[in-house]
């Protein structure tokens, strides 16, 4: 029985499940600290709320609605995620993916915009234009040795100001929002779900199948990992590049070509929340939207496997978006942030962790094993 | 009268789990004298000598300094005792200045200011006391790897240190700069200090030492003053009369020529003359043509410019009539070159891949094992990786789907072994196959490779242990320096005189 | 023309502190990508110092106030990165880019709830200091000179000097490139890193209360500090991780930044009539530019963001 347990504590996948929950629950709890010593009163209530996020609602049917915008917003989040743990499954920190998701935004939102094109052609721009500044941070790794993570902070603030400027066409008169989908575009608009869907999350108008979408592209990026022969390659450079190399693989060509992919599905994340008309870009923003770099946090506590991903990206969003709800005269929507970035840095004691579990269960194997040779060698002795 | 010594290890056994490394070794180190320690690769040289820097703590036996018992838990406490080391792989800090390097951890100092002039001077008349030249203002970086090592010799007289330890000083030095080591040695010496000097090179010892003790497979042979002993003596004491390893095989009949090197270069990684110089050799099908030579004299690279790792400064290579010298690595792995690296953890596996996935690291591109559209054949690789399992006999906690990581070092080889053999190669390169692995693994190895021999493949062997050299090549080239100084038959000639050629004693037409 | 010359020595002052405060941590061997967060809390113990401070208080000891409060807090929080790469050996990317997250998330909800206490109308995230920021300026016939200026310069000279002069410079160096061969000698790895983390808390904590009081009078946190952290690593690189060569690297940077702040009152500029986020982009695309072409021979220290295990030798 409990040799059991302890097979169970050394599996990889129960132990990052664990490690995560640990993070979670630290985050959450260190946030109530905080709340606590902001304003005692009511912090219990604002954890609460957070954690409850659109259960806060007490209609059932505003509790779909919410649901469903919670799920409208998780659907980008997870290509972030992907995009992030994509890379880094190859051995690359993709702190791009911010940008990456912002030229995405750019990209599809101009092609509604300006071009009055059909939706599948803004999602593949926005693709498109991913994939090639993650490509650009991959050249510059591969030819010219710069630092991925300082490369894509360059770009991250280059693409922000360029999509500001490019979207400011396309904007409205009045405010630095672009124009809506709905009254200039409607054929920009992703598809609904069919109607029998719809009704799940009362019909809230901005669910579509960016949602369903996303999932598949988790499922397919686990697939291209787990089981096809790029996924092999792409992973065994990440794991030892000398082995990759005594073997026969291009290192520099996988590298541009993991930032493309990258790239690709952030940039697909941001038409995926764009092109349903839940928000319009704003052409004055001065920071680059924290999508992106929520993805980071959403890859490393989903235990850098897509699948895991689905779960924390919801996670992520969930509690972000209960932040909005807390009682504004005492705390900030940011708290939600604030446990999220926790979140991020607790991952990186993940390893330590483990390695430190692991040593502990090889001390307590030895042990035992020391004691059944002792036992034995009497038994033996007796003889 | 009782002889009073520098520093005695009286009695030293180390164990590790599954080996004896060193096994009741005594070694007794007069003042003034230069001690030889002599031995094979894993006889346990270094073992002792980390035992003397307080790195491992031994099972049983002590140490003496100037015959008073001292305990020497790490290596602040061997600094303290005035033992210093130049360490095979220098500890120089690159980008700072020989000055510096030596100074550093002793920094002469006012209110945290460095008073580098005042440093300087006992530099500079320690340099010219003992004949060490060096530039105190040149970067580490910009300078010979001699006087790199000069560096490190004025690094232990800055700190007043009595018993000098040199291991293997002579590995990567020119014999111009070995000549002057020597020269350097000799002068310490005669200043009182005491030097222990690690190294497998005959000819050094016989030239420098004045005593030298003889380490062999973690146990002590013994010791001899060098003024009554000869270089074959030494040679066999430290290789052993009686050869281990009784690998029975027939006689080769080599057939047409599978690999031809002509006039190789290989560039160096760690100091700046050429690892291999102008290497000419062929490797015919059905013999195994083994490299011989002690480490560091350009067999690693000499393989990296054979498999692609590392570009050829010069040469041409050959692989049954085809040219590959700037043939990508994959385009000569598929053409019929098999790999058995130096490094299992570096280059042969993935660690943090399962054994299935390890075994298809060379063919997993192949139509066997992946599909048109891209798919791995999961069924295809596992039904492989239990057939290679069971044949080769590789021994894992979860078969297939063990991580490498998990498994010993002895059955990792043997899925190494496995993969490069079952891609029935043209061209087998093993690199040190049985390294670090019991006896019943590296006898299971030395068949595989004789049967690749038998097979009617060429073999390519590099080892730095005499008695696998003598047990399976059916000839022998030595290497020395990055060139090959002779070719040998190993049934006309004797371990002693393989021996002379490794440590550069002899060569051929000199 | 005056004015150009003050953004540029401003922001000059500003990259060239934070750089010294990244090429300290990374000649101790760690990568400090948190530079940003570290930026952030620096600015927030300075922005709080000038706002309870009374206005009556003494320009010196203001300085000197807020000066420390910004180092404090920097040094506080950069031992969020010393603890989790030194001791737990994280990924130190990871870690980096969490503390940026974090920073700018805790500075923001802290400042929020303190805004809301004041009064229940208030959740904006900005602090005001309009007339305490005047004890850092003088006015030198129309030239704004701030001691901050003087304060960079200092810091330069003290680097330069730490770093190559003394004792404890020639043993952090050894620990970012060679820690094994420092290690061999007696030098103290751990210690060492801590304290080459803590200066770069330090550096940082000041390089954000500057970057904050240069040109405005309130801050909004939710802005970060707007990636100027990643443009000192930048200058650190470009630098070649030497303090000389990062002050000339950071007057080039702070010129194209100071180019944002008053290209409208170059004639010539405002006639090619180019859309402000033009400028804005400035600084990214030359040091993305400017990356490309010197990381070829990259100087970094060798050691840098792998953990040291003394077991390891």
Known sequence: MKEQKRSLLRNNAVQSLMASLLCILIGLLVGYVVLLLINPAGASEAIVTIVKNFMTYSRRNAQLKYLGSTLVKTAPLLMCSLSVLFAYKVGLFNIGAAGQYVVGAGASLYCALAWNMPWYVCLLAAIVAGAALGAVSGLLKAYCNVNEVISCIMLNWISLYMVNTLLTQVKEETSPYTLTLSSTNPGALLPALPSFCMSWFNNNQYVTIAIPLSVLVAVAIWVLLEKTKLGYELKATGCNKFAAKYCGMRENKNLILTMAIAGALAGMGAAMLFLTGFEQWQCTQSSVPGMGFNGIAAAFLGGLNPLGSILSSYFIQHITNGGAYVDKTMYSAQISDFISALIIYLCGFVLFFKFALNNWLNRWDEKKAAKAAESEEKGGKAE | MEQTYAIEMLNITKRFPGIVANDNITLQLKKGEIHALLGENGAGKSTLMSVLFGLYRPEEGVIKKDGQVVEIKDPNDANALGIGMVHQHFKLVECFTVLDNIIMGVEPCKHGFLQKAEAREKVMALSEKYGLHVDPDALVEDITVGMQQRTEILKMLYRDNEILIFDEPTAVLTPQEIEELMQIMRNLAAEGKSILFISHKLNEIMAVADRCSVLRKGKYIGTVDIKDTTREELSRMMVGRDVEFVVHKEPARPGKTILEVEDMTVASKSHSNNAVKNVSFNVRAGEIVCIAGIDGNGQTELVYGLTGLEPLKGGKITLEGQDITRAPIRKRNTMGVSHIPEDRHKHGLVLDYTLEDNMVLQRYFEPEFVSKAGFLKRKAIRDYAERLIGQYDVRSGQGPVTIARSMSGGNQQKAIVAREIDKDPELLIAVQPTRGLDVGAIEYIHKQIVAQRDAGKGVLLVSLELDEVMALSDRILVMYEGEIVGELDPKTTTVEELGLYMAGAKREGA | ?313
């Open chain 3, 1 to 313: 023309m005056i004015l150009l010359l003050q953004y540029t020595l401003i922001f000059a002052s500003v990259l060239v502190l934070v750089a010294l405060g990244g090429c300290f941590s990374e000649h101790s061997g760690v990568i400090n990508i948190g530079l940003e967060g570290i930026m952030v809390m620096g600015a927030l113990g300075g922005a709080l110092m000038m706002k309870f401070l009374p206005d009556s208080t003494p320009a010196f000891l203001m300085i000197l106030l807020v000066v420390l409060a910004a180092i404090l807090l920097g040094m506080i929080y950069s031992l969020l990165l010393a603890v989790a790469a030194i001791n737990f050996k994280a990924d130190q990317t990871l870690v980096g880019t969490a503390m940026n997250l974090l920073g700018t998330a805790a500075a923001t909800v802290f400042v929020k709830a303190m805004n809301t206490a004041e009064s229940v109308d208030n959740v904006s995230s900005t602090i005001q200091y309009i007339n305490a920021k005047k004890a850092f300026l003088v006015n030198i016939v129309g030239f704004e000179f701030n001691w901050f200026m003087l304060m960079a310069l200092i810091a330069l000279v003290v680097s330069y000097v730490v770093l190559y002069k003394t004792r404890f410079g020639l043993r952090l160096m050894a620990c970012g490139e060679h820690p094994q061969a420092a290690d061999s000698v007696g030098i103290n790895v751990y210690k060492m890193r801590y304290a080459g983390v803590l200066i770069s808390g330090l550096l940082g904590g000041l390089g954000g209360i500057v970057y904050i009081t240069a040109g405005v009078s309130e801050w909004k946190f939710e802005n970060g500090v707007a990636g100027f952290g990643f443009l000192a690593l930048a200058v650190m690189i470009f630098g070649q991780w030497k303090p000389t060569r990062i002050a000339l690297a950071a007057l080039l940077f702070g010129f194209f930044r100071a180019l944002g702040n008053v290209y409208t009152g170059f004639a010539f500029l405002k006639a090619m009539n180019l859309p402000s986020s033009v400028y804005n982009m400035l600084p990214y695309i030359i040091s993305l530019i400017v990356l490309a072409f010197t990381s070829k021979k990259s100087r970094a220290p060798k050691a840098e963001g792998i953990p040291y295990d003394k077991g390891q030798r």
